[in-house]
């Protein structure tokens, strides 16, 4: 009977130096107020919903077609990945630094006729389309209202849309006899567009644990021969499951468009317009320093 005793203390004794290590820091991690912490870092994995339309002019000659992407083979859809760093100099000050990276790419007999800048597809080609348009954001937060709870206030937003479009086509012609003559030809475009957006943001604290932040905005602007004009809404809610790391998932919404009237005498080298769109559905870390 007494070696049964001696057994049955075993486990709680093991479970003592457990909880005074993992209490005290359970204890501490409910009071930290990540509203305020110095420096966040966070990675996420994202899908990535597009919604966009695209139309390149010829250097000197007609517009261009106004197609959508899935019109040349990509599809809206896209598993990608995403990252940012927020770092705040004080109270109501912070600065953040986003960035997705986007990218497409494939395949399709086009069922209209297409053209893009001085090339045209005719409908009946198989094309193959690649695109990329990874997207940078550095947003600049003051909040007029900074509580314990929540925080209020304005955000500016300047960043750059990467974007680049590469289209190619085969096409067999026969000229008698079993020979086949292929030529193969394509087109590309490339533009590196502006961003921004001004808005408000709010930030809640709800528990020891959760939060919720929300930001939306958006700007418009028209310098020489280009018009930029940009729009977005995010919403995202955390997770600190320690002092220091978070589970994140997030929803945003994100459109710029670019249009130029010349390719000569501006300060990007695209004519035409384009217009760009996506949303996100982000699942991720974070990994917070006070």
Do not use: C
């Not at 130096?17 to 996420?44: C, S």
């Not at 020979?179 to 943001?201: H, M």
């Amino acid at each position: 009977m007494h070696a049964l005793r001696l057994s049955a203390r075993r486990p709680m004794l093991a479970i003592v130096p457990f909880l005074v290590i993992v209490l005290p820091g359970r204890a501490h991690a409910q009071t930290v107020n990540h509203l305020y912490d110095k420096l966040q870092f966070g990675v996420q994995g994202s899908d990535v919903i597009l919604s966009s339309t695209i139309q390149v002019d010829a250097e000197s000659g007609p517009a261009g077609t106004d197609f959508e992407l899935a019109d040349v083979g990509l599809s809206s859809g896209g598993i990608t990945w995403a990252a940012n760093a927020f770092w705040r100099p004080g109270r109501r000050h912070e600065i953040d630094l986003g960035f997705v990276d986007i990218g497409r790419s494939g395949e399709k007999v086009l069922t209209d006729t297409i053209n893009i800048g001085d090339t045209s597809f005719a409908a009946g080609l198989r094309v193959n389309t690649k695109m990329d348009a990874p997207t940078l954001q550095m947003s600049y937060r003051f909040a007029f209202l900074a509580k314990e709870k929540v925080k209020v206030g304005f955000v500016l937003g300047l960043g750059a849309l990467f974007f680049s479009l590469d289209a190619n086509a085969v096409a067999g012609a026969t000229a008698g006899g079993a020979d086949t003559a292929i030529v193969q030809f394509g087109a590309s475009t490339s533009v590196i567009g502006p961003t921004a957006s001004l808005g408000v943001f709010a930030a809640f604290r709800a528990g020891n644990h959760w939060y919720f932040n929300v930001d939306a905005g958006g700007i418009g602007a028209r310098i020489s021969n280009i018009g930029v004009s940009s729009w977005r809404g995010i919403a995202e809610a955390q997770y600190y499951f320690t002092d220091h790391w978070a589970a994140l998932g997030a929803w945003s919404i994100i459109g710029d468009k670019i249009s130029a009237e010349s390719d000569t005498g501006g300060w990007i080298d695209f004519k035409g317009s384009l217009k760009f769109s996506f949303q996100t559905i982000r699942l991720g870390m974070i990994y917070a320093l006070h």
